[in-house]
């Protein structure tokens, strides 16, 4: 595999797109190309982000955020 | 997250008002449900919490890994449920997963998101309709190639080509963003 090909791999990888068996290709690849290929696919995971943020924002009840933060009062003074 | 790596409630706070929106959104896209998306948020800011010692910032940013976190949480909670039918029935009744309506005033930050989120949309928008779905599948549903293929009925070759040039362009696309992002 070429780096061209690690590359559109990667992009696959990171939104969990790639089949079993490509998988054990790709980890070979990615341990041959090293902190290059490391590197690539930290940037690739700014495609999660913008996946979400092409997404509207949407409303949650206040409840939920009463909800966590008591739970973390209690987690904290347990 | 320093604040949150040290035990601070109060940073907790300050990061759900910040993305509550946002990764709500996600969640629904996933399993469009609103009391299982409420639940599911609760839950995933309290991973948030507990796990927050495993964040690294030379791994990226902060929304990053809660996005990927939301979304492996969103996926896992899918599949448990066996909700593919429902969710599927629910998806073709709904065009936006939102209603227009998200009445208040908008931030500094909401409205560098919005402009954030329509630059995306751009991008998103530009591919073909099919590479558009065969992304949406994976990302938002957890299809593996094969799943999208049958789910499709096309080519698994097919699917895996549409992925490839979609996420690439998309990548080349947000290349300005990147930065940002």
Redesign the interface.
């Known amino acids: 595999m070429n780096f061209e090909q690690f590359?559109?791999q990667s992009?696959?990888y990171v939104?969990?797109?790639?089949?079993p068996e490509e998988v054990e290709e790709f980890e070979k690849a990615r341990q041959k190309f090293g902190k290059k290929a490391e590197d690539f696919i930290?940037?690739?995971?700014?495609?999660?982000?913008?996946?979400?943020?092409?997404?509207?924002?949407?409303?949650?009840?206040d409840a939920?955020?009463e909800?966590?933060?008591a739970?973390?009062?209690a987690?904290?003074d347990a | 997250m320093k604040g949150i790596q040290a035990g601070d409630a109060d940073a907790l706070s300050q990061l759900y008002d910040r993305y509550n929106g946002i990764l709500k959104a996600l969640i629904l896209r996933v399993i469009h449900n609103e009391a299982e998306a409420d639940d599911l948020l609760q839950e995933i800011f309290m991973e948030i919490w507990n796990q927050a010692k495993n964040f690294s910032p030379q791994k990226g940013k902060p929304l990053g890994w809660m996005v990927t976190l939301a979304r492996r949480r969103a996926i896992d909670g899918l599949r448990k449920k066996q909700a593919y039918a429902r969710a599927e029935e629910r998806l073709q009744n709904e065009t936006e997963q939102q209603p227009d309506a998200w009445v208040h005033n908008a931030t500094e930050d909401e409205i560098m998101l919005s402009d954030t989120r329509v630059l995306i949309r751009k991008v998103i928008s530009s591919l073909p309709p099919a590479q558009q779905q065969a992304i949406d599948l994976a990302f938002f549903r957890g299809m593996s190639q094969r799943e999208i293929a049958a789910k499709t009925n096309t080519p698994l070759g097919t699917v895996k080509t549409r992925l490839e040039l979609g996420l690439k362009k998309i990548y080349d696309g947000l290349k300005d963003l990147r930065d940002e992002l």
């Not at chain 1, 939104?15 to 089949?19: C, H, K, Q, V």
């Not at chain 1, 995971?45 to 009840?61: D, M, T, V």
């Open positions: 590359q559109n992009r696959l939104i969990g797109a790639l089949e930290a940037k690739c995971y700014a495609l999660h982000e913008a996946f979400a943020l092409s997404l509207r924002p949407a409303k949650s009840s939920i955020k909800r966590l933060m739970m973390v009062k987690k904290k």
